[in-house]
């Protein structure tokens, strides 16, 4: 099911079982009637368990761009690392050319044709504001959405969606980015003492109370997650809670 680009997304058409076949653009934002937002998104594996956050495994590439005039949608680029480039397959992303400082630019890229060995071209949603010699390095880095698994607790990843249903590998779904939402936890349920609101994701995308995370012997820098939002007693805990991935 797809949406129109303006005004807001039914929790029917959010919650419409994934699709084997695109509907939308990955990386695609709603909000839904209660105005939360949503992505749209690729299953890189199978996500058997919803209610966790989600990484992002889509890796970056690294081009340099060909000869390329003030002004141009397109920018052409060779990469050994970009042989098997598939249509799109960086839509939503961004790029970063290393040019001078002062000449230094990120791009968002609208969408790419299939490489050609190690050759392809991107199209931008804004024009090149300077120009570019074919010597620079570029990195591409593709939309976050394009390739979400469940996290690999090694920490060394980002949450960037919380789905809400169990997703098959290679299927197309709407995952949550921000707004009321409830989640599975990994030790003491959070709210259950006084002053415990604010919680972070734990390595396997479950949360965890930032006390549990930043206040350690070792502190860290867990992933901030959201807040709780009901009221919570003593001894008494919920795992409803505002999520502010973006």
């Known amino acids: 099911m797809s949406f129109p680009v303006t005004g807001r997304a039914t929790f029917e058409g959010l919650y419409a079982a994934p699709t084997v076949t695109a509907t939308a653009t990955i990386g695609e934002v709603r909000e839904d009637e209660m105005g939360g937002r949503w992505r749209y ?11 966790l956050g989600m990484g992002a495994f889509a890796t970056y590439t690294s081009v ?12 052409a680029y060779t990469g050994s690392g970009d042989a098997s480039c598939t249509v ?12 001078a400082a002062a000449n230094r630019r990120i791009y968002h890229i609208k969408g790419n044709i299939v490489s050609a060995d190690t050759t392809g071209t991107l199209t931008f949603y804004h024009p090149v504001r300077y ?5 620079e390095w570029a990195t591409i880095n593709p939309c976050p959405y394009a390739d979400v698994r469940p996290m690999a607790s090694d920490g060394y990843r980002s949450v960037v969606c919380f789905p809400l249903q169990p997703v098959t590998s290679g299927y197309y779904f709407w995952a949550k980015t921000r707004g009321l ?10 709210g259950a003492a006084a002053d415990d609101r604010a919680l972070a994701f734990n390595r396997d995308g479950a949360l965890i109370m930032v006390d549990e995370a930043w206040g350690k012997s070792t502190p860290n820098s ?5 807040y709780l939002v009901e009221k919570t007693a003593s001894g008494d805990g919920d795992q409803s809670f505002m999520l502010q991935l973006e």
């Not at 799109?88 to 040019?99: C, E, H, L, P, V």
């Not at 120009?131 to 010597?135: D, V």
């Open 41 to 51: 998104c690729k299953a890189g594996a199978a996500i058997a368990q919803p209610l």
């Open 64 to 75: 340099t761009p060909a000869i390329t005039a003030v002004g141009l949608l397109t920018m």
């Open 88 to 99: 799109d397959q960086y839509a939503n992303g961004t790029i970063i050319i290393g040019a």
């Open 131 to 135: 120009a570019m010699a074919g010597t």
């Open 181 to 190: 939402c409830f989640g599975t936890v990994a030790s003491t349920t959070p």
């Open 222 to 226: 867990m992933q901030y997650a959201g």
